[in-house]
């Protein structure tokens, strides 16, 4: 009210108003050319504690039409993570209108749990000029998951600014989780059958309902054999699937790594001794690592199940135990097809086989490399390869000693 009453009493001139009309239609313009593109930002800073207005300099315009056509969000901030820039696709994200964006802090959009992670996007500003990611949720009733990737711009004076990119991954995210449950119910699903079919094959090849002839037998002998690689392959799905879903618990304990083996040996010897492969071991005396036996002892089955399948029959197979002073290794050899050296990374991903002599009679899901170096690096630990083709391989796994 008091103000009211001042501003009655005070008398402009014609050149101040002048002046004030001119200053307005000023600010009007620079508003509205960041509504409509013209320029890249405004950021309107208190006075009060000197602070500034400023825009950045004008974009070129093909990249503004590039930046428009984003599926993805762009933005330019300041280093107190002020936005002074952002394409349309970021205001339809967060449902917001353009220009309440502009000039709003970018935490004001992130879920209060990961204001953490925005900080720390802003603090690398200066440290990380190569660009950072952190994967956030947005603010608001959708919960859109989305990843913020950052980069620092070439500095303008003493105002450091990051560019970010905003990728929303909720759809895919959406959509590997329902995979991700498919899978785990689906392979449940499957082993309980599937193991009800082993129990009662092996009665039949036992004994349990009378002497077999010769035929029948050869024909429950393949069918308990099958259902033997049925049950490896929905073993291997479900391992995946548990990897994948995350929230894989361990439970870390000191084991003396020579038990482990020895256990773990007992049953390949009939599979080795089918094939007529002989097996090695080296074991240096009290090699302890900190690992859940259970999981480090699939893992080394697994090793040496490939080291058997994709050697030749008569081949060699030898298994070392060693340490150094930080860790425990346990290297697997084998005398078999090998590996091509532009194979090598390719195998542990997920579903991958890769062609070799023996691949045409050797069944398998591509999976197990997969799960094996997912849990040996959940331990903390490294599988390392060294393979030729046509002489052989070796899987070492490094783990941490006790
Ligand atoms: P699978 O054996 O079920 O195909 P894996 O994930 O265990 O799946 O192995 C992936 C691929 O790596 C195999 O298809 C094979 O080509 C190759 N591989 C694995 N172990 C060996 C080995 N010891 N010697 C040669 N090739 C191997």
Redesign the pocket.
């Known amino acids: 009210m008091k103000m009211t009453a001042n501003r009655a009493k005070r008398e402009y001139t014609e050149a101040e108003i002048a002046d004030l009309e001119a200053r307005l239609q000023e600010a009007e313009d620079t508003l509205d050319a960041i509504r409509d593109g013209s320029v890249d930002a405004l950021v309107t800073k208190n006075p009060q504690v000197g602070q500034q207005i400023y825009t950045l300099k004008s974009a070129d315009y093909t990249y503004r039409v590039l930046i428009e056509s984003m599926s993805q969000g762009a933005l330019t901030i300041s280093e107190e993570g002020i936005i002074l820039y952002s394409n349309e696709q970021f205001s339809r994200m967060t449902a917001t209108p353009l220009e309440h964006v502009i000039g709003q802090k970018i935490a004001a959009f992130v879920d209060p749990d990961d204001a953490r992670l925005v900080a720390e996007i802003l603090q690398q500003r200066s440290a990380n000029v190569n660009g950072s990611e952190r994967t956030v949720r947005l603010k608001g009733p959708h919960q859109k998951e989305v990843i913020f990737s950052a980069r620092k711009l070439p500095s303008n004076g003493d105002n450091a600014f990051i560019c970010l990119v905003v990728t929303d991954i909720t759809e895919r995210k959406r959509a590997e989780t329902a995979k991700d449950e498919f899978i785990a119910l689906a392979s449940h699903q499957l082993r309980t059958p599937a193991t009800g079919v082993k129990q009662y094959i092996g009665m039949l090849l036992e004994g349990y309902a009378g002497t077999l002839t010769e035929s029948q037998r050869t024909f429950a002998q393949t069918a308990f054999d099958s259902n033997e690689r049925q049950l490896a392959i929905i073993n291997s799905i479900l391992k995946t699937a548990q990897i994948d879903f995350g929230g894989y618990q361990l439970k870390i304990i000191k084991k003396n790594l020579a038990d482990l083996v020895s256990e773990s040996l007992k049953a390949f010897e009939p599979i080795v001794a089918m094939r007529n492969q002989t097996i090695t071991c080296e074991f240096e005396p009290k090699v302890c690592a900190l690992i859940e036996p259970m999981e480090i002892s699939l893992v080394i089955s697994?090793l040496i199940e490939?080291?058997s399948?994709?050697s030749s029959v008569g081949g060699k197979i030898s298994i070392k135990i060693y340490k150094d002073p930080k860790h425990a290794y346990v290297a697997i050899t084998?005398n078999?097809?090998?590996?091509h050296e532009e194979d090598q990374a390719k195998?542990f991903e997920k579903f991958?086989?890769?062609n070799?002599a023996l691949?045409d009679t050797v069944s398998?899901?591509?999976?197990?490399?997969?799960w094996v170096k997912k849990i040996v690096e959940l331990h903390g630990g490294e599988i390392i390869l060294t393979?030729e083709l046509d002489s052989g391989?070796t899987?070492i796994i490094k783990l941490r000693s006790c």
């Open positions: 697994n490939n080291a399948k994709y084998d078999g097809v090998g590996i195998i991958t086989r890769v070799n691949s398998g899901s591509g999976l197990g490399l997969y393979s391989s899987f």
